[in-house]
């Protein structure tokens, strides 16, 4: 399958048939994960309403490190074995993942003021992910500073297997260090201590954040795709239009 994806125009294809599907799907996630923070998902008895930020932040921390996954593969897909796509994948993945490494540090700062009286600290998983945030701005960076997609492809690849390094950093700084960002309450081997009337609305909501994040994702590919066909184009047209004037 993914040989046959190596395609293209196959590509379009099958993802032009998933995108409204997608697209519904998380439509109607969306709306029922919002209606259960709202009006089902009771308030924390220390923090209150607030707690409620915690269906957005949890799912954009976790979309991030996610996207920089699908980064890190790719990576690999284009320096190892030359998949044709694989680079368009990064590259569509790169804005996606910074915006919601974004959302998961603004959340943050929002949440933490209640908490812990500040809206920043230099805390291990807070300083972490700034690092991740500034990883991605590196390598959108790089992404338009190589004009040659083949070049900057590589390049790109390479910065994303160095920074694959911060992932499991921000994933154990709770549990390496003493700080003051709680510890994992979903994904544990004791199971979640999160009680089921707040664990089911985050976990609707992480899908939805999903689905959405999978749609962005096909849609850049899909653009990256147009973008380069319209630039080999434009590139004949320019060689055909030298060779006639010449």
């Not at 009771?42 to 996207?67: C, N, R």
């Not at 297997?161 to 994992?184: E, Y």
């Not at 089921?196 to 939805?208: E, I, N, Q, T, W």
């Not at 994040?213 to 653009?223: C, D, E, F, Q």
Request: one cysteine or more; aromatic letters at 10%; glycine letters at 6%.
């Amino acid at each position: 399958m993914i040989r046959d994806l190596a395609n293209p125009t196959r590509f379009m294809s099958l993802s032009g048939t998933l995108l409204p599907w997608v697209g519904g799907l998380t439509a109607l996630l969306m709306a029922a994960g919002l209606y259960m923070v709202w009006f089902t998902a009771p308030a924390d008895y220390q923090q209150g309403e607030t707690v409620k930020i915690m269906y957005i932040h949890v799912p954009a921390a976790w979309l991030s490190l996610f996207f920089y996954m699908i980064m890190a593969s790719s990576a690999l897909g284009t320096l190892v074995w030359r998949h044709p796509l694989a680079d368009v994948s990064q590259k569509a993945a790169a804005p996606i993942g910074a915006a919601f490494t974004l959302i998961c540090l603004v959340t943050g700062s929002l949440w933490g003021k209640p908490m812990w009286g500040t809206y920043w600290q230099w805390d291990a998983r807070l300083t972490s992910m700034l690092v991740m945030l500034l990883i991605y701005l590196g390598i959108l960076a790089l992404w338009r500073a190589i004009e040659e997609p083949n070049r900057a492809a590589r390049a790109v690849s390479i910065l994303t297997l160095v920074g694959a390094v911060n992932v499991p950093i921000v994933k154990f700084s709770v549990d390496w260090w003493n700080t003051l960002h709680q510890p994992a309450s979903v994904f544990r081997l004791g199971g979640p201590t999160i009680h089921s009337s707040m664990l089911v609305p985050l976990l609707v909501m992480a899908a939805a954040f999903t689905l959405l994040g999978i749609a962005l994702h096909l849609s850049g590919m899909r653009t990256e795709i147009l973008r380069r066909r319209v630039r080999t184009l434009t590139i004949l047209e320019a060689e055909r239009l030298d060779a006639q004037a010449a």
